[in-house]
């Protein structure tokens, strides 16, 4: 449509001003704002089209060779993906959506129109943009791209850009709801050796739904638009074609997207969030010793809510010493462990109510509930997005209050709604949901609230967990979910794995009693020598290190040359930095390693020769296992068949 701005700014297209006094026969172009002071729309003033220009005048007839003998490819068949987009890197967050959680309800309805017309659609992100864009690990706001105006140079005004694999993770998620594949650009702006972090993000996430890759923008435009000087041009043609982009060419070809044809499935990016090291990038031993606190209030947590769901004692918890043990009892409230989550997060968004509103969560495989600040939480929720249930027409109270008491004499308290829970398409109705009315002071910061992901026998609420919710309800194409937990790339995939992250067969190990994912730890070995065999252990998300009892932990360390308990610091050993022991645990029969950058946690002070090793001991009889050994495999928990897989990193 072609709008011709009219030189009085009075006059409505096709109408009078509002100094005129007539009407021209047929017009209701009257001007609104003199006639009409509703809600604009809601104006029923119709605007007269201008007439056609004719000056040229528009032609409207046009000849057509016929060609009696045919011609060769003139009705050769086109995929339906032919038709395709080119967006702008620097706006594909205006028009893809935020986030991986947010997307574009216009820009996925076109995508889907087109996908019932044609089957499929091709995207290309690129464009000048491409050519100055960095990869980075996150930013403010769980933004996908941030633009430096402050360093703008050159004829094309174009600010560089920054990138995240949020970015990647919307694409992925769009591919999800419509058949949308995908062409990335490489970035130019470093070509000695070319930075092909877009690559190396876009290939794990995207997958078969990854085309190909661009090298270059308009080279053949570069003097023609006007916005480059003319060497420009010569400079791409004689340097380009011959040595950059053969020098791209294998890698090209290394990178052509295999497909592997995963399970559909939807994928939360994970952000890592910690506390645990200080600026010098020592350990925070305070911080870490609270954490392993919090592990067995957690553990403690979990074990009354088992208990009061079942009216049997955990077997696990009757491995504790007596004074951590209580009593078999119905309480009349159940508790919610809303206080320091552990000092170390992996952070996802979520959408909560009707309208939705996202909120940063931690996803937490140790813990079956989802909580949030509520409204009327106070200044213990200051920096968090609260929960207002009377800003949702879906939220519904359950009529049900729950009180949590730690040992330290803190307190929480809060309701329990029933909530609409959505995360990248997959909606659980009903779901229940606590809306906190305090936090502990020491509560993580970082993120607002918690998602529980084990089952619904350790729920505070007797409740399904989230992701139980959306198997009954059929959002899922298989009731597993896939964790990935490392430095950058980390995401959760819910209905199924993410098999572009993972290579070979998962190894599984069956589920021994259900309510925490609790397995049979075969073996836990150091430097060759076995210190544990025929084990218990819980895979936990929510736990930093690989946790165990004094004696086993002791038994450990004594095979490791150079370790020693850390000062004041009751549970936590030292190994010498220069010589990180190897380990391994054994899982379902098959030894696992524990690589050395893992097992480190970090110096032990600034400038200390010594590290904080990986394995402590806490109040447990039983071993823990967290982020310690979660970081080195793709770490699969199937709730269908209850088990929890391993797999080599791709």
């Not at 032919?82 to 991986?100: A, D, Q, T, W």
């Not at 600040?373 to 939220?395: I, N, Q, V």
């Not at 895979?539 to 009892?549: E, V």
Request: proline share 7%; net charge negative.
């Amino acid at each position: 449509m072609t709008v011709y701005q009219p030189k009085n700014p009075q006059v409505i297209f096709g109408g009078p001003s509002s100094s005129s006094s007539e009407q021209p026969s047929g017009t209701v172009g009257v001007p609104a704002a003199a006639t009409y002071t509703g809600a604009a729309a809601y104006n029923p003033t119709v605007l007269q089209p201008p007439p056609v220009p004719s000056n040229p005048t528009v032609p409207t007839q046009f000849p057509v060779q016929l060609w009696s003998g045919g011609m060769a490819n003139l009705s050769m068949p086109l995929p339906g993906t032919f038709y395709g987009f080119s967006i702008e890197m620097s706006i594909s967050n205006h028009v893809l959506g935020k986030n991986s959680t947010f997307i574009s309800v216009p820009f996925l309805n076109l995508m889907a129109n087109i996908q019932e017309r044609v089957g499929g659609v091709h995207v290309r992100i690129g464009g000048n943009t491409q050519e100055s864009a960095e990869f980075v690990e996150s930013l403010p706001n769980n933004s996908v791209i941030a633009k430096d105006y402050a360093a703008v140079t050159g004829t094309t005004n174009t600010p560089p850009l920054q990138y995240t694999a949020e970015l990647l993770y919307m694409m992925s998620n769009i591919s999800s709801l419509a058949n949308v594949h995908w062409y990335l650009g490489i970035p130019f702006f470093n070509t000695t050796p070319f930075d092909l972090s877009i690559m190396h993000e876009a290939q794990p996430i995207l997958g078969d739904r990854l085309l190909g890759l661009q090298a270059g923008n308009e080279p053949d435009l570069y003097n023609a638009h006007g916005h480059r000087p003319e060497t420009c041009l010569r400079k791409f043609t004689m340097h380009f074609p011959t040595t950059a982009l053969l020098a791209l060419l294998p890698v090209f070809v290394a990178a052509i997207p295999i497909n592997n044809d995963p399970t559909r499935g939807m994928r939360i990016p994970l952000q890592k969030r910690s506390k645990l090291l200080k600026q010098d990038g020592s350990v925070d031993l305070a911080a870490l010793a609270h954490h392993m606190d919090f592990v067995s209030a957690k553990m403690t947590q979990g074990f009354d809510a088992y208990q009061t769901n079942t009216g049997s004692a955990h077997p696990l918890s009757l491995l504790r010493p007596l004074t951590q043990q209580k009593p078999i009892a119905a309480r009349a409230t159940a508790g919610v462990p809303l206080t320091d989550d552990g000092e170390i997060v992996w952070t996802g968004q979520l959408s909560i109510g009707t309208p939705p509103q996202t909120y940063s969560m931690d996803f937490d495989t140790g813990s079956s509930d989802l909580f949030l600040p509520g409204a009327a939480c106070g200044a213990s929720c200051d920096g968090r997005k609260r929960y207002d249930p009377k800003a949702s027409s879906s939220a519904k109270d359950l009529g049900k209050t729950f009180k949590c008491s730690y040992g330290d004499g803190s307190s929480v308290m809060g309701e329990q709604y029933s909530e609409t829970v959505v995360a990248n398409g997959l909606k659980a109705t009903g779901q229940t949901i606590g809306a906190a009315g305090n936090y502990s002071d020491g509560f993580t910061s970082g993120m607002d609230g918690l998602v529980g992901l084990a089952f619904q026998k350790l729920s505070v609420f007797n409740a399904k967990p989230w992701f139980q919710t959306l198997v009954d309800q059929g959002q899922t194409d298989a009731p597993v979910f896939g964790m990935k937990l490392a430095d950058s790339g980390s995401e959760l995939f819910f209905g199924g794995m993410n098999k572009n992250l993972y290579k070979g067969e998962p190894t599984y190990a069956p589920v021994t009693q259900e309510g925490y994912w609790q397995v049979n730890l075969d073996a836990m070995a150091v430097r060759g020598n076995k210190t544990v065999t025929n084990g218990s252990a819980i895979i936990d998300s929510g736990t930093t290190l690989i946790l165990g009892d004094n004696a086993e932990v002791l038994k450990f360390y004594e095979n490791v040359p150079g370790s020693k308990p850390i000062h004041d610091q009751p549970g936590l050993w030292s190994v010498p930095c220069n010589a990180i022991p190897e380990m391994s645990l054994t899982f379902g029969g098959k030894e696992l390693k524990v690589s050395a950058s893992s097992f480190s946690i970090g110096s032990v002070s600034s400038g200390s020769s010594d590290c904080v090793g990986g394995v402590a001991s806490g109040s447990e009889s039983f071993w823990i296992v967290g982020d310690v050994f979660m970081r080195n495999y793709y770490t699969v928990f199937d709730v269908g068949q209850k088990r929890v897989g391993f797999a080599d990193l791709a």
